[in-house]
């Protein structure tokens, strides 16, 4: 199993990146993908998931309206849309694959909880300067 992040770096505030996560060794439509942000001393956040076989999206309410998740079932990978950048985006992003139990359990977990994620990718850098 491989969860691989790209297209992170630095920025200036106001600014887009597109964050992709490619995906392999596991069944891509019968999982759901969540990307979550970690800045130093604190914890993992949850910024958005998307259910691979409803297309069904999640997104943290400090996001909504400006990042975009998207997933290619045909190239496996999701990918993470984020417009109008601030500082406080920085962190490391991070995207993780969960079973996808049901719209009850995914709507549960997808954002709030990653210790219920199966596999995890090695993150990649964002960086916004102000």
């Known amino acids: 199993v491989q969860l691989v992040e790209s297209g992170g770096g630095l920025v200036q505030a106001g600014g887009s990146l597109r964050l992709s996560c490619a995906t392999s060794?596991?069944?891509?439509?019968?999982?759901?993908i969540g990307w979550f942000r970690q800045a130093p001393g604190k914890e993992r956040e949850g910024v958005s998931c998307?259910?691979?076989?409803?297309?069904?999206?999640l997104y943290a309410d400090s996001v909504k309206g400006r990042f975009t998740i998207s997933s290619d079932n045909a190239k496996n990978t999701v990918y993470l849309q984020m417009n109008s950048l601030t500082p406080e985006n920085t962190a490391v992003y991070y995207c993780?694959?969960?079973?996808?139990?049901?719209?009850?359990?995914?709507?549960?977990?997808?954002?709030?909880?990653?210790?219920?994620?199966?596999?995890w990718g090695q993150g990649t850098q964002v960086t916004v300067s102000s």
């Open positions: 060794g596991f069944a891509f439509e019968d999982y759901a």
């Open positions: 993780g694959a969960l079973y996808y139990a049901g719209t009850t359990t995914y709507r549960e977990y997808g954002l709030r909880r990653p210790d219920e994620y199966d596999y």
């Open positions: 998307i259910n691979n076989s409803d297309k069904d999206t």
